[in-house]
């Protein structure tokens, strides 16, 4: 998609889907990935996986991070010292409820800002479909500026449904959710990539830090993305 559609998407709905952008043989081979990598990771929990700090385990996302369309729509809304702020697996694993309807806020106060604080982006690895924990969106909501206080089943909710490797992307403010998984045997595995302002406190978010030994191995561009948050521990 022309990415000044995109733009005029993301700033009138507060979302974008954009279809196709990766090749689907490679969201095949990252989602086979990311369920291994849940697997090591939460042996024993059933229902919603995040699985915070990915740089550290994984490099198959890198590119991605970089993906020149997105890189540049980030670089648009965020200006041209921004950061990267996480990377981060989402699996739905099959009869798990929907997630809690919030705005990605990073402790900011009512009224939001106007401008953007967080480009957030759903790397779809699996199809996501209206059953199987599809991620939820209120379009529009970013213009509200506040923080929501719906249920994950108000109506004006909507399911973002798209083909694996395809991407959702959407504004900070835009009230969101994890979608039900309401089959039986569908599992579905997002990845999410998200970008902030140099202004920002990267410790809001409560991101865990790159390890050093990870930062060495990076190519120029994502090191500079990265260099806020490289710590030890
Ligand atoms: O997993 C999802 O679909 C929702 C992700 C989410 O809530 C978030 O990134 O803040």
Redesign the pocket.
């Known amino acids: 998609m022309d990415t000044e559609k995109i733009k005029a998407n993301l700033d009138n709905a507060g979302y974008c889907i954009v279809e196709d952008i990766m090749p689907i043989k490679e969201a095949d081979h990252m989602a086979d990935r990311y369920f291994k990598l849940h697997k090591q990771h939460f042996p024993d929990q059933r229902s ?1 996986q ?1 699985l915070q700090g990915l740089l550290n385990y994984d490099q198959m996302c890198w590119p991605w991070i970089l993906q020149l369309q997105i890189l540049e729509l980030a670089y648009h809304y965020l200006g041209q010292n921004m950061r990267f702020a996480e990377a ?1 697996s ?1 699996w ?1 694993m099959p009869d798990t409820e929907a ?1 809690n309807v ?1 705005a ?1 806020a990073l402790s900011l106060s009512e009224p939001f800002p106007s401008n953007m604080w967080l480009f ?1 982006t ?1 790397w779809m690895l699996t199809d996501f479909t209206e059953n199987n ?4 969106v209120v379009p529009f909501s970013h213009r509200l500026r506040c923080n929501p206080s719906i249920s994950p089943t108000d109506k004006c909710l909507i399911p973002i449904v798209g083909r694996r490797g395809s991407v959702l992307l959407w504004h900070g403010a835009l009230w ?4 039900a998984n309401t089959t039986l045997d569908q599992h ?1 595995m ?1 990845l ?1 990539l ?1 970008y902030i302002p140099f202004w920002l406190n990267h410790a809001v978010g409560g991101w865990p830090p790159v390890h050093p030994e990870t930062f060495q191995r990076m190519p120029r561009l994502l090191k500079e993305l990265n260099q806020h948050r490289v710590t030890v521990s």
């Open positions: 919603y995040s981060c989402k739905v997630g919030h990605d957030q759903m924990g599809s991620t939820l969101h959710a994890s979608g579905r997002g999410n998200a």
